[in-house]
C-alpha cells in the first residue's frame, strides 16, 4: 500500500497506516507527521520524507525505514522491531527502549538511549553514525548503544553528561580520545579495535544498510563505557 | 560514634496474661520478641520495634501493648524528640533520612474544617432506602459535538469514559512497593465494585491482565513495564509527573528489593535498581507533555482515556489547565498527605499543598477558563472517609483514588516503615514468609466491605441533602461551610462561613 502523506493530519495517515491490511506500507511526502506506527507489529513501513516526533513509540516488532531525518522521541519506550533512518534522528531517540535495533546513519541530538534497559532476551541496540548530543545514555540500565562518529565538521563526537545515572548496558565511542569528563559512575576502556562480539555484529549490519565498509569502522579506537560497579548510583539512607 | 536513641515506643507486656507461646516471636519480622530459655519468659526489645501491632493483635491473651515513651529530652517547643532524634541520626549516618506513609505532622486536615448541608422542611431530604440513589459515573471528556450521519442517526463523538459504580478507585502503587497478594486484594475487590485499581509504575503482572478492564496502568519516566500489551490490558492509561507524597522527586527501588517476579513484571533484569526520576526526560512543556499523551492514544487506537497525574503544588491551578489543554482526559492531582512506598523525609513533610486546596482552585480555574468539560478530577491524598469524598466531590472532584485507606483495610497499621520491606502484615513486602500472612480472599472481602459502606454512607450523605446522584453534588460548593477557617481560606475554598446563608 502507497500513502500520500501530503496534507494529512497525523491522525488521518496513523489510522491509514494502522488499519491497513496490507503488511507493506510505502508512506510518500511525510512532513512531520507524529506518531507514525506506534505500538505496531508486523509490519514494513517506508517512509519518504521528514517523519514527526514519536516515530514508532512502543513499536513491538515492525520494521521502519525512512528515507529522510526523523525528529523527537524515535522509538520511544519501543520494545522490539528496527528502525533505520537514512539522515539524522533529533533528541531523545530510543527513550527508554528496551528491545529492537535503531540504525541511524547520521547524528542524533540531545538524551538519545536514556533509560534504555534489557530484560530476558529482550536487548535493545543503538548503532549512530555520526555525533551525539549531550546526555548520551543518561540513566542506561542495559542494552547497547554505539557510536560511530562520522563527521566532517571536527565536532566533538558526544555532548557533555554522557552516562549520567547509568547503571547497567554498555556503550561504544569511536574515537581517540573521549572529548568530555564522565561521570563518576561511568568506567571507560580503551580498545584498540572492536574485538569481535555483539557490539562488531551491530557495526556490520549498520555498514551493510548504509553501503559503508566495515573494515573502516571496526579497526579503530573505540571506548567502551560501562557503569562503574565500585560507584554506585546511589544515596546513602538513613531510615527515619 | 553513635549516640544512642531512645526508642519512641515501647513494647509492654502482661507477665499474668503472657502463656510464652511465642506467636510474637514468630510473627515479629523486626525480631522485637525472645524466648529466654532459662527464665522461661518472653523478653522485648523495643529498639526493634515499629510499632505496627502485628504482635499486639496476634496475641492469644492481649498480654501485650506498645506504649509511648515517656522518655523524654528536656522539654523544648522548639526542639522536639523527634526533631532531636533526627540531627542524631544523620550526625550518626551522614544519610538523607528516608520515611515512608504520607505526612504525619499537624498541619491544618481542611476537610475537618468543613461541614455538610442538610434539608430541611423545604427540598426534603430523599431516603436512599426507598429512592434511587446514583452513584455511578462516567470520567472522561464531556465535550462530544452533536453529529448525525447521512441518514440523521446520532454519531458517536464521545471520547472515551471510565464507567464507575461508585465515586471511589484504588490509587497507585506498585507492584515492588507493595506484595503480589496486596495487588490481587486490591485487583479482585475493584473488579467486585466496578471501579478500578492502579499499579502504579511497577509493571502489571502477567496474572492479573485478566483484571485487565478494571486496572488502571500507569506510564513514569523510568516506562517500567510498558509495552503495547501492558497498554492494551488497560482500561485506561496514567502518565506519572508527580506523586503527592514526594512532589519534585522520583522513585528508585533498589536493586536488593527486585525479586525474580518483580523483575518479571518491571521488565528489568534482576537485581538492577529501577530508577523512575522526577522528570521525563522527554517532557519540558504542555506540548510535550501532549505529544506523550497522544502516541499513548495513537498507540491504543484512541479506545482509552488518558489520565494525568500531578502532585498538588503552588501552582497546581495554571497546570491543570495546561493539562486540560494537553488532549489528556481526565486529571488525578495527589495531595501533599498521600502514601508512598518511600520518601525522603523533609519532602514528605515540607513539600506540596493540601489537596483540598489544589482541587477547590483547579476546579475553579478550569470552570473559569471554559475547560472545565475537557477533564475529569480525580483527588486523592488523603481520602480517609465517605465524607471525605461527599466533601471533595462537593468542592469539585468527579471521583477519589484512596490508597492509605485502602491498605488500612488490608491490616496496615500505619508504622509508616514501608521502605524497611519488612511489613508484617504482609502489605509493603517482598518476603514470601511475610506476603503469606495477607490472605487475598480475606484482603479483597475487606476492601470490598469498606467501599461498600462508604457508598452507603455516601448515599445517605447525599439523601440528607435532597441530592440523588453524585453528578448533581459535583461542585456543589454551597452544599459546605467553613468552620474553624480564615477569610483568605475560605476564599481558596470557594466556600462560606458556617451560618453564613446562601
Ligand atoms: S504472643 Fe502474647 S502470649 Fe504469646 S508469647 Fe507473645 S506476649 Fe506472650
Ligand atoms: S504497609 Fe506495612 S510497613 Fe507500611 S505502614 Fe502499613 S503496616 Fe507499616
Known amino acids: 500500500m502507497r500513502i500520500d502523506a501530503k496534507g494529512l493530519h497525523f491522525s488521518v495517515l496513523d489510522k491509514a497506516v494502522r488499519d491497513a491490511a496490507d503488511g507493506e506500507i510505502i508512506i510518500d511526502n511525510c512532513i512531520g507527521q507524529r506518531y507514525i506506527a506506534c505500538g505496531l507489529s508486523g509490519k514494513n513501513i517506508e517512509i519518504n520524507g521528514t517523519s514527526g516526533n514519536a516515530l514508532g513509540a512502543y513499536l513491538n516488532g515492525a520494521h521502519i525505514t525512512v528515507h529522510g531525518n526523523v525528529q523527537e522521541a524515535t522509538g520511544d519506550t519501543m520494545n522490539g522491531g528496527e528502525i533505520t533512518v537514512f539522515g539524522s534522528a533529533g533528541d531523545a531517540t530510543g527513550y527508554a527502549m528496551r528491545g529492537g535495533k535503531i540504525f541511524v546513519e547520521g547524528d542524533v541530538g540531545y538524551r538519545c538511549g536514556i533509560h534504555m534497559k534489557a530484560y530476558k532476551e529482550n536487548k535493545p541496540a543503538i548503532v549512530i553514525g555520526g555525533r551525539t548530543g549531550s546526555f548520551l545514555g543518561e540513566y542506561q540500565a542495559g542494552g547497547i548503544i554505539i557510536v560511530l562518529g562520522d563527521s566532517k565538521d571536527g565536532k566533538p563526537v558526544i555532548g557533555n553528561f554522557c552516562g549520567t545515572g547509568m547503571h547497567g548496558g554498555e556503550m561504544y565511542v569511536r574515537c581517540e580520545q573521549i572529548p568530555t569528563r564522565l561521570p563518576a559512575q561511568v568506567k571507560s576502556e580503551r580498545l584498540e579495535r572492536l574485538p569481535e562480539g555483539e557490539a562488531a555484529e551491530l557495526v556490520r549490519e549498520w555498514c551493510a544498510r548504509f553501503g559503508k565498509d566495515s573494515k573502516a569502522y571496526l579497526d579503530c579506537t573505540f571506548y567502551r563505557l560501562t557503569p562503574d560497579s565500585a560507584n554506585p548510583y546511589k544515596q546513602m539512607y538513613t531510615q527515619n | ?502
Not at chain 2, 530508577?275 to 487506537?301: C, F, G, M, N
Not at chain 2, 475560605?490 to 462560606?496: D, F
Open chain 2, 1 to 502: 560514634m553513635n549516640i544512642y536513641i531512645q526508642p519512641e515506643y515501647e513494647v509492654v507486656r502482661d507477665r499474668d496474661r503472657c502463656i510464652a507461646c511465642r506467636v510474637c516471636e514468630r510473627q515479629c519480622a523486626n525480631l522485637v520478641h525472645s524466648y529466654d530459655a532459662e527464665t522461661g519468659k518472653m523478653q522485648a526489645d523495643s529498639t526493634q520495634c515499629v510499632n505496627c501491632h502485628r504482635c499486639v493483635c496476634v496475641c492469644p491473651t492481649h498480654a501485650l501493648k506498645i506504649v509511648k515513651s515517656d522518655d523524654t529530652y528536656k522539654i523544648n517547643g522548639n526542639w522536639d524528640n523527634q526533631t532531636i532524634n533526627e540531627v542524631y541520626r544523620q550526625a550518626n549516618s551522614g544519610g538523607v533520612l528516608l520515611s515512608s506513609m504520607g505526612n504525619p505532622k499537624d498541619y491544618p486536615v481542611f476537610w475537618d474544617k468543613m461541614l455538610i448541608n442538610a434539608s430541611q422542611v423545604t427540598n426534603p431530604p430523599i431516603d436512599p432506602l426507598r429512592e434511587p440513589m446514583e452513584t455511578q459515573l462516567w470520567l472522561g471528556k464531556r465535550t462530544a459535538k452533536i453529529e448525525r450521519d447521512e441518514k440523521g442517526r446520532l454519531k458517536n463523538t464521545l471520547a472515551p469514559q471510565l464507567k464507575l459504580k461508585v465515586p471511589i478507585m484504588f490509587s497507585a502503587m506498585s507492584y515492588g512497593s507493595i506484595s503480589y497478594n496486596a495487588h490481587e486484594s486490591l485487583a479482585r475487590a475493584a473488579e467486585e465494585l466496578g471501579t478500578y485499581y492502579n499499579t502504579g509504575e511497577g509493571g502489571l503482572h502477567k496474572d492479573f491482565y485478566k483484571y485487565g478492564k478494571n486496572t488502571i496502568v500507569q506510564v513514569a519516566s523510568g516506562r517500567f513495564g510498558v509495552y503495547k500489551d501492558y497498554l492494551d490490558a488497560a482500561a485506561a492509561i496514567e502518565i506519572k509527573m508527580g506523586q503527592g507524597a514526594k512532589p519534585g522527586i522520583g522513585g528508585h527501588l533498589p536493586g536488593a528489593k527486585i525479586s525474580a517476579d518483580v523483575s518479571e513484571t518491571r521488565m528489568i533484569p534482576q537485581g538492577v535498581d529501577a530508577i523512575s526520576p522526577a522528570p521525563h526526560h522527554d517532557i519540558y512543556s504542555i506540548e510535550d507533555l501532549r505529544q506523550l499523551v497522544y502516541s499513548l492514544k495513537e498507540a491504543t487506537d484512541y479506545k482509552k482515556p488518558v489520565i494525568v497525574k500531578i502532585a498538588a503544588v503552588h501552582n497546581c491551578a495554571a497546570i491543570a489547565s495546561g493539562i486540560a489543554r494537553s488532549g489528556a482526559d481526565i486529571i488525578a492531582i495527589d495531595g501533599y498527605r498521600g502514601g508512598t512506598g518511600a520518601a525522603p523525609t523533609r519532602i514528605r513533610d515540607n513539600v506540596g499543598i493540601p489537596i483540598e486546596l489544589a482541587l477547590a482552585q483547579v476546579d475553579q480555574r478550569l470552570r473559569e477558563e471554559g475547560i472545565r468539560d475537557e477533564v475529569s478530577i480525580v483527588v486523592g491524598g488523603s481520602v480517609r472517609s465517605s465524607a471525605d469524598v461527599v466533601k471533595a466531590i462537593a468542592l469539585g472532584a468527579d471521583a477519589c483514588y484512596i490508597g492509605t485507606a485502602a491498605l488500612l483495610a488490608l491490616g496496615c497499621h500505619l508504622c509508616r516503615t514501608c521502605q524497611t520491606g519488612k511489613c508484617n502484615w504482609g502489605i509493603a513486602t517482598q518476603r514470601p514468609d511475610l506476603v503469606k500472612r495477607l490472605n487475598p480472599d480475606i484482603g479483597y472481602k475487606r476492601l470490598v466491605n469498606l467501599v461498600t459502606a462508604w457508598n452507603h454512607e455516601i448515599q445517605e450523605m447525599m439523601g440528607g441533602m435532597g441530592i440523588n446522584s453524585v453528578e448533581a453534588l459535583r461542585g456543589n460548593r454551597l452544599m459546605l461551610r467553613g468552620i474553624g477557617l480564615t477569610d483568605t481560606e475560605l476564599s481558596v475554598l470557594g466556600i462560606k462561613y458556617a451560618g453564613e446563608s446562601m
